[in-house]
Each structure stands twice: as C-alpha cells, then as structure tokens.
C-alpha cells in the first residue's frame, strides 16, 4: 500500500513523516505541476478550487505531527481513492495484532461554492449524477468501491 500512495499522479511522492528518533522533520517531494497535466478538473477560475485544497493538506499535516504520527500525505489520486481523493492521510497506530501496529486512512473530498448566490437545493444531494458536485449517492458509490478495495478492508 506505501509503494501505491507513494506512486500518485504523475510520480509524485506524498509527503511523509516518520516518528523514529532523531527524524522530527517532514519532507515532501510533492513536485508542482500544472493542473492540466495532472488531469484535474478546473471550474471557471481553476485557482479558486486549488487554493482551498491547498489549505487542507498542511491542516492534515500540522494534526498528524502534533499527535506524533507516522503518516504519509498525498492527493489527486483517483485511481486509489475514488472520487475521495483531495487529500489522502495514511498513519500508524498501535493495536494489539502482532506487529502491535496497523495503517488507517483518512480520505477527503472538498466541496465549497465560490459563488454564495447560486445555492445548493436538495435536488443536488439526493438526485444521482455522476458529474454533479454534490451527488451524495455519487460519494456514497465510491465510499463504497473504497472500503470493499482490498488494502482497505481492515
């Protein structure tokens, strides 16, 4: 599962964290790439979207330093995550099997509108379409290709 976090889009690395001694940094190989080349939807002003998104990674990364975990951080990888892909959190925690730790996952999808005018009705919730932002049955669909996929089962 490291080897598929680590190989996102476009080969870029996640950002990890290691809690061994003497290891108290986080690195990120994270390479910034245009949005076109990484296949990422743009709305009208594509910046908009990327800036809230870039908000969201050093808050996952600023919790899971402060609570001293193992992690690893990534994003925009569909292909593992569905349609839960905006940030992607791995960490360790400790458990009673016999390696005495295990991985859990944290995956994210963001919605917000920029436009404060055009509202959000529940025909937009409950109506499945595919390509509705905010088709609920659309994020339950691939909530559920997630938890069934293997390396997520546990």
């Given at each position: ?10 080969g870029s690395?996640?950002l ?22 990484r296949?990422?939807?743009k ?18 990364c600023?919790?899971g ?24 959190f ?9 390696a005495g ?41 691939s909530y ?8 997520f089962?546990y």
């Amino acid at each position: 599962m490291a080897d598929e976090l680590k190989e996102t889009s476009e080969g870029s690395a996640p950002l990890t964290h290691d809690t061994k001694p003497g290891n108290h940094t986080a690195v990120s190989s994270l390479t910034p790439t245009s949005t076109a080349s990484r296949g990422i939807k743009k709305g009208r002003d594509g910046s908009h979207g990327l800036k809230f998104e870039s908000k969201l990674l050093p808050l996952f990364c600023i919790r899971g330093l402060g609570a001293g975990y193992k992690f690893e951080l990534a994003k925009e990888n569909e292909n593992l995550t569905g349609k839960f892909d905006d940030v992607i959190f791995r960490y360790e925690v400790a458990d009673d099997t016999s390696a005495g730790k295990h991985w859990r996952y944290r995956f994210l999808q963001a919605k917000h509108k920029e436009n404060v005018k055009e509202k959000i009705v529940t025909d937009h919730l409950l109506v499945y379409n595919p390509k509705g932002d905010f088709s609920l049955s659309k994020y339950f669909h691939s909530y559920y290709k997630i938890r069934s996929s293997l390396p997520f089962r546990y």
